[in-house]
């Protein structure tokens, strides 16, 4: 088994993404529903503050701070994937690995996901910027606005973000490899 070495701050600020198993999967989105269950369910249990997020049919990305004496952002990913998979009619193949049958694991999502703790304002702002941009990079709409699932609406509502905030205000420099 690998050993992955994660940062481990109490009370951090934290960019995390995951994934499903299908890349080509809609499941996300087409059971936005049972998303929003799971996350209200993982947010009585766990100890964290939502400070932006979007939801892909096939990958989430959020951005979240821990309570200053939790440093267990694993715990929360964890809790979204099973409390979300829970609520799914078992559809996946039955050509689960046996590692994953011992695992009890239905296969729906990758294993492993993506961390990257906040630096400083700058790196909070662009990690910010990028989640509300993800659904323009990956096709879904023409502008941010016009998805959904995203937490870009609030930053509006709340005046973080102008009305219409769009790529054009994203500095050009910004790029992340990850999804």
Request: glycine share 4%.
């Amino acid at each position: 088994m690998r050993n992955y070495i994660r940062d481990k701050t109490k009370g951090g600020c934290y960019f995390l993404t995951f994934n499903l198993q299908d890349r080509q999967s809609q499941l996300l989105t087409t059971h936005i529903n049972e998303f929003r269950q799971a996350f209200k369910k993982t947010k009585q249990h766990q100890s964290f503050e939502l400070n932006a997020m979007v939801v892909l049919p096939d990958h989430v990305h959020l951005l979240i701070t821990l309570a200053d004496d939790n440093d267990n952002y694993a715990n929360i990913v964890a809790n979204l994937k099973a409390n979300f998979s829970r609520q799914i009619p078992k559809l996946e193949s039955e050509n689960i690995s046996p590692s994953r049958a011992d695992k009890k694991e239905r296969g729906l999502w990758q294993r492993r996901f993506w961390e990257h703790r906040i630096r400083d304002d700058n790196d909070y702002k662009q990690h910010v910027d990028y989640i509300h941009y993800n659904p323009v990079k990956h096709g879904y709409c023409s502008q941010p606005t016009e998805w959904k699932y995203s937490t870009i609406h609030k930053f509006i509502s709340d005046g973080l973000y102008p009305k219409g905030w769009s790529y054009s205000d994203i500095d050009d420099r910004f790029t992340l490899y990850h999804d």
